[in-house]
């Protein structure tokens, strides 16, 4: 699932969460639900925060091995891909 994937799911759980199917509008939501919501929010706001980069192979031989790879985000290098970069954080694309 990509991030903005996990965003459109999230931003439709706070709108079901909302619907009163009765009336078609809005409905009360309990001290629960409005702190569930809360909680979806934050979630989307991190999701949209975080850096999605790619690790970017390269031939050579490096400490015995036969690649390198280097973050699209901050340049760090290292011998293995991995689903985070080390240096700066950045989820990887795909490193599922």
């Given at each position: 699932?990509?991030?903005?994937e996990?965003?459109?799911?999230?931003?439709l759980?706070?709108?079901?969460?909302?619907?009163?199917?009765?009336?078609?509008?809005?409905r009360y939501?309990?001290?629960?639900?409005?702190t569930?919501?809360?909680?979806?929010?934050?979630?989307?706001?991190?999701?949209?925060?975080?850096?999605?980069?790619?690790?970017?192979?390269?031939?050579?031989?490096?400490?015995?091995?036969?690649?390198?790879?280097?973050?699209?985000?901050?340049?760090?290098?290292q011998?293995?891909?991995t689903?985070?970069c080390?240096?700066?954080?950045?989820?990887?694309e795909?490193q599922?």
């Amino acid at each position: 699932m990509t991030n903005e994937e996990a965003i459109n799911r999230l931003g439709l759980d706070i709108d079901m969460v909302q619907f009163d199917p009765i009336t078609g509008g809005d409905r009360y939501l309990s001290n629960d639900e409005r702190t569930l919501i809360e909680a979806q929010i934050m979630g989307i706001e991190a999701l949209r925060a975080q850096k999605v980069g790619k690790w970017l192979k390269h031939n050579a031989n490096y400490q015995g091995t036969e690649h390198v790879y280097n973050c699209s985000i901050c340049a760090y290098w290292q011998a293995i891909n991995t689903k985070f970069c080390p240096n700066c954080g950045a989820r990887m694309e795909g490193q599922e």
